[in-house]
């Protein structure tokens, strides 16, 4: 990499709130309704996965609005991880960058392989198909006597993968670019949902609803239970209204703009989440929606051809422009977590010209490729919704330690509501409450991990630990030393080595 191409600068403010409002719908508004909707009502919600979507919706308000004010206060790159560093220090700050590395990963993987099976599908309806080798993912997962077991295939999702590769290779092209392809995906895939949603309305088989809520089948499965297991399930989906905050440094005016961005497009998405739900469990019954296009399968019943072959190509354009906001989103993490050091440099080069991360984009794109080509979606979306809920409970704790340290901090944007002073600490009503609710989001995950670890389905837990020892060894012999040096190097208005040789 040369001089010439790349620089460890600032990246240029270039962003209003009309495009951080996109950006959010962008990236809310694509997994959530095109994939994971499927998933959640067949194995846990039945017809009630709107109720799940309302709890989910409700929980990621409270822990939107600390967004808000931390965004407005602190209008950095690195969204969650730069609170966290500015009010924990270096070892909470990695442990939460960490997992949100983990969570860009894996949910880019997720929206590739939803895309890969709608392109399939509608490729299908003119009698073209992808062979199942190029089509399907290397590992096989199925549950079987409540046990996640895994095979081999010969597979290898080609399709997922060179979805993964072209989305980072756009957002790698810079913000001009990124910017109107993202615009025009966000108008055709919010058209096409709200089309879905009004023309499949009067297709819906009322039966369908009944039971709303599905009586109980053991553990997780169906009944209020499962509701619940639904909403910790689709909490992640609502993860993309972090990528507002992550593009504060390139917003105009950040402390007025990004809150009006991370509300707008949480609002927005989650009316049409519920919406959709109540139309999609009502045109299919919920056991058959257990698949990554379950649109795809419900537009089939409306009867119109035409009209699925829209709402097919929708899916499709909302899907890419989640990729997009997701490859935007997890580079910006990247580059701040690069800054202090705890990553390669490499990860914060911006092209010159391109006033873009490209090279952190691309490679980012490589590794979710090779998890979205290997990995089947029962296996990545737990994953997500685990460490979700965690990051937003340490923004909520990072919201309180800041009002307490740094009280005379300038606040354009404050959570509602106010709080208590306890033994000169304010606490406030709303950080508790989203601190409360993600805890309380993740809780039937976490026992549903537990209780297939108890059975002997030890894939979660192990994937899940080895990751966590895999950030440990990084931290302590790499990320550490070279934040140290860093620190060290600034305090003496030096730059650090390795910003120099870079």
């Known amino acids: 990499m040369s001089e010439a191409a790349a620089s460890t600068g600032s990246l240029r403010p270039s962003l209003g709130w009309g495009g951080l409002l996109v950006l959010g719908i962008a990236n809310i508004l694509g997994a959530g309704v095109y994939v994971m909707t499927g998933t959640a009502a067949a194995r846990f919600a039945g017809p009630a996965v709107t109720v799940s979507f309302a709890i989910a919706g409700a929980a990621c308000l409270l822990v939107a609005l600390c967004y808000a004010e931390l965004a407005s206060s ?13 009010a924990l220090g270096g070892g909470p700050a990695w442990s939460l960058g960490w997992l949100l590395f983990l969570e860009y990963s894996v949910a880019a993987s997720l929206l590739a392989v939803g895309f890969a099976g709608y392109l399939g599908s509608m490729l299908a ?14 590992i096989h997962s199925v549950i079987v006597d409540g046990k996640h077991v895994l095979s081999l295939g010969a597979g290898f999702n080609l399709v997922a993968a060179l979805a993964v590769l072209c989305a980072g290779g756009i957002a790698a092209l810079g913000m001009s670019r990124y910017s109107l392809v993202n615009t025009l995906l966000v108008v055709v895939k919010v058209g096409v949902l709200v089309s879905f949603i009004v023309v499949g309305a009067g297709a ?3 039966a369908n609803w009944t039971p709303f809520v599905p009586p109980n089948e053991g553990g ?10 639904g909403a910790s399930l689709l909490f992640f989906a609502f993860l993309g209204f972090e990528t507002v905050s992550t593009a504060a440094a390139e917003t105009r005016k950040p402390q007025r703009d990004v809150p009006i961005g991370i509300l707008g497009s949480l609002v927005v998405c989650t009316t049409l989440y519920v919406l959709s739900g109540f139309v999609l469990t009502g045109l299919v019954p919920f056991r058959e929606l257990g698949v990554p296009d379950p649109i795809a399968i419900a537009v089939d019943r409306i009867g119109y051809p035409a009209i699925a072959l829209v709402i097919k190509i929708g899916a499709l354009a909302g899907l890419a422009s989640v990729l997009l906001a997701n490859a935007f989103g997890h580079s910006r993490i990247c580059y701040a977590m690069a800054r202090d050091g705890y990553l390669p440099p490499v990860f914060c080069a911006v092209h010159r010209t391109r006033n873009s991360l490209c090279y952190g984009n691309l490679l980012l794109a490589g590794i979710a490729a090779v998890s979205a080509a290997l990995l089947p979606i029962s296996v990545m979306s737990d994953l997500i919704s685990f460490g979700v809920a965690f990051m937003f409970a340490m923004v909520a704790v990072s ?8 009280p005379d901090l300038e606040r354009k944007f404050r959570v509602p509501f106010g709080g208590v002073t306890i033994r000169g600490m304010w606490i406030g009503y709303v950080p508790v409450a989203a601190i409360v609710t993600s805890f309380v989001m993740t809780l039937p995950v976490a026992l549903d991990i537990l ?21 440990v060894s990084i931290y302590q012999f790499y990320g550490k030393p070279r934040a140290r040096a860093l620190l060290s190097s600034l305090n003496q208005k030096e730059p650090p080595k390795y910003a120099q040789s870079h």
């Open 74 to 86: 602190m209008p950095e790159s690195g969204s969650a991880y730069s609170y966290c560093r500015r």
């Open 125 to 138: 309806d003119f009698g073209l198909h992808f062979p199942a080798a190029l089509s399907t993912p290397l």
């Open 204 to 206: 819906v088989n009322p």
């Open 220 to 229: 997780f499965v169906y009944g209020w239970e499962g509701v619940a297991r």
């Open 399 to 406: 919201l309180i330690h800041m009002r307490n340290t740094h």
């Open 451 to 471: 209780d297939q670890a108890r059975r002997g389905d030890w894939l979660a837990v192990g994937l899940l630990g080895a990751y966590a020892l895999i950030g």
